[in-house]
């Protein structure tokens, strides 16, 4: 009997001690390390993959969580925030710093992010990084998402284990020269030693370079010009670069080592943005490189998307110059205004946004161009005699969505920055149109100072579904036309008007539901008029034989413990991009040339 008790003692002790050991453990196996959610990776592979993670962490003290996705999958983020978010979430990481790698591979675009935490960040260099990155990519073709993982993986290993076979951490022995696999020597600007290399600024360098011959004399005089004018007014660097291959460096690092290495920049952190044009057969693209602190902070995933989508139109159609052309007028306004595309009336990004009150801003502005010049001399008399004759301001703005900033808080700045509003409290009615696409229109009607709280919601949703229904059969002039109308309308009466078609789709929608709840009035009615012979036993009102009864089943009790992989759910806002618009940008926030100087780029093919 004691020796039964000994022995249950000492289980109940293993018990505890086991359960307190894995309470304070520094890291869980919870959740699969390696997780493919494109399902291109078979079952053994995954398994295999998160072995070779696993026997990481325990060599060396650090995580290592792998991730494949596609861009549905991170919609509204990047690929290293979302990194983050999964890394986080489920929990990897060694120790109370969480130390480790988090990598993921977008599958569709190829684009691959290592994210060091803890104390990864000292492990290894952001140059490293940035060359597994692109080493492990370069497995794709032969061996598949499993061959991008197991690359990202082995390389770390290798480095983490001696990392003498690396040559200062980005090359060596096992990790073969992607420049000499790319065929021919590097051109007579790249140095020797990238590393070790000081930077320069060199004013008098052509800003404008056609190693690969795509623009006219007349196009690189134009745009060089323009380029010196743009410098002086911005004390910011705009490149242009064009040539007939990378080099087997990819698009984002020969951007960027072309960058540094010919002087560009202004200031200590070389402000500026280069856009290279490569033309190499099978490797056409371009890419735009962000560098110093304003620029990679302007350059953000949306804006990104922006600018590609307006050269990719360029690219695709072989008109080289003009794109390169365009490309430089969408930097200056990024950086006078802070996003691309924006209109003249927006304010410069160190100008103060609140306005005081301006009676001779224009009451209506067309930034779409759909007004003729009289309709919109007719148009702005109109608003200005209502605003005289009732006391409220009333403004009118057609514009397009915008590309890189919600819609409210454009329409705010656009309020602010005009001056608008009457009184000290700022009374106005602002009537904004804003094409979606082709003829897709909608509209909105805000209310401002006093009239935040007069405009009701249902005078103002009127107003807004009259005007988005007709601007694309009547024109945007007799719309606003019309819309003016009803707008005096309301500051007259305090109501909207409802249109002719609004009574008739009331009357006979009444008519509907007096014809549908009568017919179900009188169906019940029938309904109980029947009755059934009474039954003394419940069965008897079944079918015979309809009923039949196995012995019972409990297939879902119990439970199941596994490692997974659960998406990390996080919400887009609004107007978001980034989801490239048409997904085929890749974008890096932040990235490492050759030299080890930081640099943020997006580019596309085409």
Known sequence: MRKIRFLALLLISCLLLGGALAFAAPWSEEYYRASDVTDELTEAEQEDLDADCLAFVKAHRLDLAMLAVTPEYYEGETLEEHARAYYESCGFGYGDTKDGFAMIYDAETEELVIVPVGAAKDAVSGKFLTFVANAAKEFRAEHGIWGVMYATYKHLDNYLTDPSQYDAQGGGESAPD???????????????????????????????????????????????????????????????????????????????????????????????FCLFICMQEGNRGFWTCGTGTDSMALQTERTANALDDALYEYMAAGEYGAGAANWIENI??????????????????????????????????????????????????????????????????????????????????????????????????????????????????????????????????????????????????????????????????????????????????????????????????????????????????LVRGSLRVDRLRDDYVGTTTSRRYDPVERSSSSGSSSSSSSGHSTYHSSYHGSSGSSHSGSGRRF
């Not at 008098?204 to 410098?231: G, H, K, T």
């Not at 919109?376 to 006391?391: N, V």
């Not at 403004?395 to 509003?421: K, L, N, T, W």
């Open 178 to 272: 992607t420049r000499e696999s790319a065929g021919g020597g590097m051109p007579d600007w790249y140095p020797a030693d990238p590393q070790h290399f000081q930077f320069f600024h060199d004013e008098n360098a052509p800003r404008v370079v056609d190693d690969a011959d795509i623009f006219s004399d007349a196009e690189e005089q134009a745009m060089e010009s323009r380029i010196a004018v743009l410098r002086q007014e911005l004390q910011r660097d705009i490149v242009v670069f064009t040539d007939n291959s990378d080099h087997g460096l990819g698009h984002d690092i020969y951007a960027a080592d072309f960058y540094d290495f010919n002087g560009y920049g202004y200031g200590p952190e070389r402000e500026g």
């Open 332 to 541: 200056a306004v990024l950086y006078r205004k802070g996003i691309p595309f924006a209109p003249d009336w927006y304010p410069d990004r160190n100008a103060p946004v609140e306005r005081e009150r301006d009676g001779a801003s224009p009451r209506v502005v067309d930034d779409k161009g759909e007004l003729a010049e009289p309709e919109l001399g007719m148009l702005e008399t109109r608003a200005r005699t209502l605003a005289s004759r009732y006391g409220v301001d009333i403004v009118i703005h057609i514009m397009d969505e915008p590309a890189c900033i919600a819609e409210q808080e454009y329409m705010d700045v656009f309020f602010r920055s005009g001056g608008y509003g009457f009184g000290e409290d700022g009374d106005a009615i602002v009537v904004t149109v804003i094409r979606r696409w082709s003829d897709y229109w909608i509209c909105h009607v805000a209310g401002h100072g006093s009239y935040a709280q007069r405009l009701t919601e249902t005078a103002q949703s009127r107003l807004e579904d009259h005007t988005a229904s007709r601007i694309s059969s009547i024109g945007a002039y007799r719309t606003l036309d019309r819309c003016l109308d009803e707008t005096e309308h309301f500051l007259r009466t305090g109501r909207a008007p409802r249109t002719t078609g609004a009574w008739i789709r009331t009357g006979v929608l009444a008519s509907l539901l007096g014809a549908i709840f009568g017919g179900v009035a009188l169906a019940k009615a029938k309904k109980k008029m029947k009755t059934v012979r009474e039954q003394t036993n419940a069965n008897s009102y």
